[in-house]
């Protein structure tokens, strides 16, 4: 437009001086025709002068006329010139429209060909609704949902390919679209696809006009792997936040860049503190050269194994940890940092330290059980012969006294081989039913002079019964060797205090102890306001032949014995201490509710008396069996001896009608004594048994001796428990003798 009204002026202003210069040209030729005879006469005749009236007159009408006649053509020559100009001026802004709108023309061909090539190449869906159903869609689209392009165009709606509980959710966006409430609007949805698989999209959809009606066009793609992409990642945070280890992610100079709830807890520092900081911050300061190695290691293999290192908390507390580096690297494999797991460790170390205890408990008790039995052997024979000169050795002998001496030495020697195997937990217990209470209470006075006057023993017992399923001669043992061992802890007067009470062993009392069986337990503490001892001698405490008592005034077996008996009894023991505070040991025992009464034993009488009866007495070792023989016929009976269980046997098919009595070593060559037995037995079902062994508890209960109403003596054994035992099962059923 502007081009135009310049072109105009132009045109006028060059009109105009034209026009001009036309008028003024007119003037002159009218002024020379005017004149021009009066010059030509006047050069005829001079004599005529030039400015008469006559000749002005003509020559001014003729010049007049002229003029005129000048004007007329040159205004219609400047018409004619104008109205060209404009026809050309007119023609050219024609040919400048045609050029634009064939340029138009083209640009929107080509934007069209563009939104064409555009829409029916992208990956995103493509969309046009009127009225509820799709005016237009693209192949993406129509391929998304599992459709032809024209099975959706006309014919479906977008509820036909949303999931029925989203249904709403989609009609109800797009009629706010529609009403004009909302201009545009992003949000996602359930899809249904043709084959009725559900599909997660996001959808843009903008409020538009289409042949003169609203509608909506927009957007569309599937989002179900990125959905499930972010579930996936949501689920790894949820369990990288939920995880108990710390895990931390670092950037290439080890800068702590991320921190979870583990990581809080083990370290004690808030992700909002440490995050920024460099990891050394955890790292002590001599396992510093070896973090680094393990991130140099890191970035050229990628990953460092598990291991073991120390790691230092926010309260300068050390612990011992597991640590595990990753290098993380990007979608191009490229190195952007590392990734490190740590686990504290702290509890797993204190339960593989008493695993280590109690496997170093178990293979002494192994030991002990393996000499048992010939150990016990051979202080049966010496006890038993033993005891036969001293029945023999007149009162005024002078090696009466020596005897008793070896005697004594046997006796010691046997006490020594019953707390190997109490330790063992291997000896032989009477499980009955007690009330712990009432125990305590019968050993109290005894227990007061072991102590002495210089100890005060207090108790306070539980008001509640604490029955338990116990042997209580071996209880009574416990609280005699724990006593003993306190007063040798007070050496300058001090206070002995025994508690029981009813306690409970839940799943974090055994996760933080480390040991136990969830139920009801009787709890006996006994405590002492001693010298104390160190953790090193606390955690040896329990050892066989481990003292801290000068040489001569102990064997080292007192609390080795004590747990022995508690393990035996399926009951834990704990101790607590430290220097110069005392000690306190706990023990628990399993809580029972039978009410079944307490039996006790009448005791058995001083000597026992002999019989004539005939006894077959089956040993493989040949001194106990001679022993054995010999203290049987002393006191009138007769004996039939065997070497090994065949043997036995034979025997007694040759003395059938004349036995009275087995007495059978358990373990013997070729047949053992239960074995023995049971042959015996078919022949005489009624035959008197009664077994001896110098083995081990477990070994005896392998052979089904224990537990099976069957007699059993454990070597080594006196002469007057022996003849008191072989007169007790013989007279057993009898009326009288």
């Known amino acids: 437009m502007g081009n135009m009204i310049a072109e105009n002026v132009k045109s006028l202003f060059i009109s105009g001086r034209r026009f001009a210069f036309q008028l003024v040209v007119s003037l002159l030729l009218v002024f020379l025709m005017a004149n021009l005879g009066a010059i030509v006469d006047s050069f005829a005749h001079p004599d005529i002068p030039y400015f008469d009236e006559e000749h002005l007159i003509v020559g001014f009408f003729a010049g007049l006329v002229t003029a005129i006649l000048l004007v007329i053509v040159t205004i219609y020559l400047n018409k004619r010139e104008k109205v060209l100009q404009d026809l050309k001026m007119a023609y050219k802004e024609i040919e400048r429209s045609q050029k634009s709108l064939v340029e138009s023309q083209e640009e929107i061909s080509e934007s069209e060909e563009r939104f064409r090539l555009l829409t029916e190449s992208t990956l995103t869906g493509v969309y046009l609704i009127q009225d509820n159903l799709f005016r237009y869609v693209n192949p993406a689209l129509a391929s998304i949902f599992g459709y032809r392009v024209e099975e959706l165009i006309d014919k479906l709606g977008p509820m036909d390919l949303t999931a029925p509980e989203d249904r709403n959710l989609v009609a109800g966006n797009i009629r706010k679209r529609i009403e004009g409430g909302v201009r545009d609007i992003r949000y996602s949805f359930k899809g249904l696809r043709k084959d009725g698989t ?15 009606k609203p509608a909506v066009i927009g957007t569309l793609l599937d989002i179900t792997e990125r959905r499930q992409a972010e579930e996936e990642r949501a689920f790894l945070s949820n369990i990288t936040e939920h995880a108990t280890d710390a895990i931390a992610g670092l950037d290439l100079d080890t800068n702590i860049v991320s921190w979870n709830r583990g990581a809080e807890m083990i370290f004690g520092y808030r992700a909002e503190e440490i995050i920024g900081k460099p990891w050394s911050l955890v790292v002590p300061h001599e396992a510093q050269d070896a ?7 890191a970035t050229f293999e990628g990953f460092v194994k598990t291991a073991e290192t120390i790691r230092v908390a926010k309260d300068g507390r050390r612990f011992p940890a597991e640590m595990t580096l990753t290098a993380l690297k990007d979608e191009k494999g490229e190195h952007i940092g590392f990734v490190t797991i740590t686990r504290d460790i702290t509890e797993r170390k204190k339960l593989e330290d008493q695993l280590r205890h109690a496997q170093k408990m178990e293979a002494i008790g192994q030991l002990a059980g393996g000499i048992a039995h010939d150990f016990n052997n051979m202080l049966n024979a010496i006890i038993g012969f033993g005891s036969l000169m001293q029945m023999d050795m007149k009162e005024d002998d002078p090696n009466r006294i020596h005897l008793k001496e070896i005697l004594n030495a046997g006796e010691r020697a046997a006490h020594l081989t019953r707390s190997l195997l109490a330790f063992s937990r291997k000896q032989i217990i009477d499980l009955k039913p007690h009330d712990l209470n009432e125990i305590i209470k019968g050993v109290e006075k005894f227990l007061r002079r072991i102590i002495g006057e210089d100890i005060e023993l207090k108790t306070a017992l539980s008001d509640k019964d604490l029955k338990v399923l ?46 136990g069986e ?23 405490i329990f050892e066989p032949f481990f003292t801290t008592k000068e040489l001569g005034r102990g064997t ?18 704990n101790v607590y201490s430290e220097p110069q505070k005392g000690t306190t040991f706990k023990i628990y025992l399993p809580l029972i509710r039978s009410e079944v009464e307490e039996t006790v034993s009448a005791m058995p009488a001083a000597y026992p008396e002999g019989g004539t009866e005939t006894v077959l007495v089956a040993e493989d070792d040949q001194a106990v069996r001679k022993l054995t023989g010999d203290v049987l016929e002393r006191l009138g009976y007769k004996v039939i001896a065997a070497g090994d269980g065949e043997e036995a046997i034979e025997k007694f098919m040759k003395n059938k ?35 001896l062994s ?13 537990g099976g109403g069957l007699d059993f003596i454990l ?4 002469p007057k428990e022996l003849l008191r035992k072989v007169r007790e099962i013989l007279d057993r059923g009898r009326v009288s003798r």
Not at 694 to 706: F, P
Request: hydrophobic share 35%.
């Open 198 to 212: 559900l599909i997660d999209v996001e959808v843009y959809g903008a409020k538009v006009e289409y042949n003169g």
């Open 291 to 297: 973090c680094r190695d393990r991130f140099k290691k």
């Open 470 to 515: 116990i042997d209580s001669g071996q209880i009574e043992q416990v609280l005699m060797n724990l006593a003993t061992n306190a007063r040798d802890a007070m050496p300058d007067r001090g206070e002995l205090i025994m508690e029981t009470e009813i306690t409970r062993m839940d799943d974090e009392y055994i996760k933080r102890h480390g040991y």
């Open 518 to 540: 969830s139920g009801m337990y009787a709890l006996l503490s006994v405590t002492d306001s001693g010298i104390g001892m160190d953790e090193k001698t606390r955690q040896r």
């Open 556 to 573: 080292g077996l007192g609390l080795a014995m004590v747990y022995g008996i508690v393990k035996q009894h399926d009951g834990y023991i």
């Open 657 to 691: 009608e004349d036995i009275q009595l087995l007495l059978l070593d358990v373990i013997m060559p070729k047949k053992n004594g239960k074995e023995a037995y049971e042959e015996i037995k078919k022949i005489n079902p009624h035959i008197k048994t009664l077994f």
């Open 694 to 706: 110098a083995y081990t508890a477990d070994l005896i209960h392998k052979k089904g001796i224990l």
């Open 715 to 718: 070597k080594p054994v006196s």
